[in-house]
């Protein structure tokens, strides 16, 4: 870097200072709007969702549930409901584990160390919550018959088609060939 004159006899480095700033701020944006996107996406808010967010095995259900007679219906909704009151306090560690690592990100002298073990303690809690809704669709799939088994399987693969899609590169379908494009003149 080149050193520039401050006029009080000293040199400093030009740019220093406020480049690392900039790419400090910078990577707290990116983080902030990942976090808000991955939260969103996880919460389950863009499916209309309430407010505290459901798991995407807890929409699942819920939203299969209404393919199923009145009374089946509402045998399924009453035990999700009851089980749900069990996901609560893990919704709440993850976010008191995502309040602690934004305080951690906003902490001066910043530590990417305690930022790291924040963010873990984010996936823990998440993946704690997973399995637990995980759970909740063994248990509610446990209590259903045959058919309704194989009808939620069925509505699942429709409904998630994203997680079930097959692509190029896994070995269960050609790759389209690449069509030669004409050199640049």
């Known amino acids: 870097m080149t050193e520039a004159h401050t006029g009080s006899g000293k040199e400093r480095p030009s740019?220093?200072?406020?480049?690392?700033?900039?790419?400090v701020l910078s990577l707290a944006a990116n983080l902030l709007v990942a976090g808000t996107v991955a939260g969103s996406l996880w919460s389950g808010s863009r499916a209309g969702s309430r407010a505290g967010g459901t798991s995407p095995q807890e929409i699942?259900?819920?939203s299969f549930s209404s393919?199923?007679?009145?009374?089946r219906r509402r045998q399924i909704r009453k035990e999700l409901r009851a089980q749900q009151r069990n996901l609560a306090p893990l919704r709440e560690g993850i976010r008191a584990a995502r309040r602690e690592a934004a305080a951690v990100l906003e902490s001066e002298p910043f530590d990417a160390s305690r930022l790291r073990d924040a963010f873990g303690r984010i996936d823990e809690a998440e993946t704690r919550l997973k399995a637990a809704a995980r759970e909740v669709l063994i248990t509610t799939a446990e209590k259903m018959s045959p058919e309704e088994r194989k009808s939620l399987g069925a509505w699942w693969q429709e409904r998630k088609a994203h997680l079930f899609r097959v692509?190029?590169?896994?070995?269960?379908?050609?790759?389209?060939e690449r069509r030669e494009r004409p050199a640049p003149p």
């Open 15 to 23: 740019g220093g200072g406020w480049l690392k700033a900039f790419l």
């Open 60 to 62: 699942s259900l819920f």
């Open 167 to 176: 692509g190029p590169g896994d070995g269960s379908r050609p790759r389209r």
């Open 67 to 71: 393919t199923l007679p009145p009374e």
